[in-house]
C-alpha cells in the first residue's frame, strides 16, 4: 500500500534507514541480464552494457525524428536499464583531442610547479592527478580548443536525453597513474556526496529524484586497456532505491567487487551513467598507460551543480573564438549551439525580478541568448562584454 498525498503516490516506507538495505533485494536488480533486442540503435552489448556506434548515431541524427528515438533509447538505458552506455567514436576529431589533452598536461604541470595538491574525492591522495573545473580553465587558456571540442554534437545529444534544455555542464579531469589503486564503489553527486546519516535525513522522494538531477561521463582522452584501469560498474545497480545507504555497507561493496564489470575504451570513446549507479575508478596495473579521462558532471538546469564556474568570464573568452571560427567556415551553427551551451548559462533562474523582469516571456533572458543574438548580429567583443556585464548585474538582489 502506497502513501498517497492527493492522487500523488509516495515512496513506502517515507524515510529511508540502513535496516531497510536489502541484499537479496540488491542482488535480484543487479543480477538481470541486458538484451540487445531492448536497444534496436545499440551496436552490440559488453558486459551488459549496450555499446553505440557514435558514426551510425550521427548519420541516424540527420532526422530529428530518429534522433529522438536514440535519445529516448538513451535515456530508458539510463533509467531503469543497466544505468550505462558506451558511445565508441563519441570523439572523431582526435587532432583536438589531443591538442585538449596538451593543453590539459600543462595545467597539471602548472599546478606541480606552484605545489597545489588535487585530491580525490573517493580514491588515496596522490594515486593520480586531477584538474577541479576543467572546464572553466580549458575555456579560459584555449577559447578556440573548447569551442571545437564542446561543439561536439554527441555530448550534447546525451545531456539533453537525460536533463533536457539547459543543462550545466562541468568537468575535472582525472589522470590515474601507473600504480593508482581503484576508488572505492559509491554512488556520485547529489547524495553519494553525502554519509549514510545524511542521506537518511532526506526523505525517499529524494533520493529518487537526486539521480534525475546529474549525469555522470568521462571522454577517453587516450587508450583505456583493461590493464590501465578503466572505470568498474555494476549494471542496474542504480535502481535499488537506498542505494545511497547501502554503498556504505560493506557487504554491498563485497557484491559490487565480485560482480562488477569493465570495458575498455578507446580513445575518443566515452561513457555515461546514471550517478546512482554503483561504480569506482579502476586499479592502473599498467607500467606505462597515465590514464586520462575528462569526467563530465552535467547539471540539470533544476539543480545545484557542485562546482561554482564564472560563466560571465568564459562567455566574454569564447565569443571571439566563436566569431572566428564560424568566419572560418570551422564550426557550425549547431555545433556553436552545444559550445555555447556547455559555457553559458542557459536557465534564467534565480533572478530578481525587479531588475531583470520577463519581458514578452514567462522568464528573463539568459546568458546563451545573449551569446547567440551577439552571434546574430555580430556584436563587436566591447558589446558583448557590457551585455554579460548588465546582466550580471540585473540578476544580483
Sequence with gaps: MHARQGNVPLPEPFWLAGTDCDLDEFIALASQQTRLSDYPFAAGVASNVPVYDCDAVRRQAADPAALRAVQAEWGRALAGGPGVIVLQRAVTDLAILDHVSQVFRDLIADQHASGSASGD???????NDRIWNAQQKLCLRDPIAFARYYGNPVLAWVSQAWLGPGYQMTAQVNVVNPGGAAQSAHRDYHLGFQSAAGSAAYPAHVHLMSAALTLQGAVAHCDMPL?????LYLPYSQRYRAGYLAYHNPAFRDYFEQHKVQLPLAKGDAVFFNPALFHAAGHNRSTDIRRMANL???????????E???????????????LSLRAQGQLSVEATGHAIAACAEGYAFPCN????????????????????????????????????????WRQQA
Design 121 to 127: 574525492h573517493f580514491a588515496r591522495p596522490g594515486a
Design 353 to 392: 525580478l525587479d531588475r531583470d523582469p520577463p519581458i514578452g516571456g514567462m522568464a528573463p533572458q539568459t546568458q546563451q541568448q545573449i551569446l547567440l543574438q551577439a552571434l546574430e548580429e555580430q556584436w563587436p567583443a566591447a558589446r558583448l562584454n557590457a551585455a554579460l556585464d548588465d546582466k550580471q
Design 296 to 306: 563530465l558532471q552535467v547539471s540539470s538546469a533544476f539543480g545545484r551543480a557542485m
Design 227 to 231: 590493464e590501465s584501469g578503466p572505470t
Design 308 to 322: 561554482t564556474l564564472d560563466r560571465k568570464a568564459m562567455s566574454a573568452a569564447l565569443y571571439p573564438a566563436l
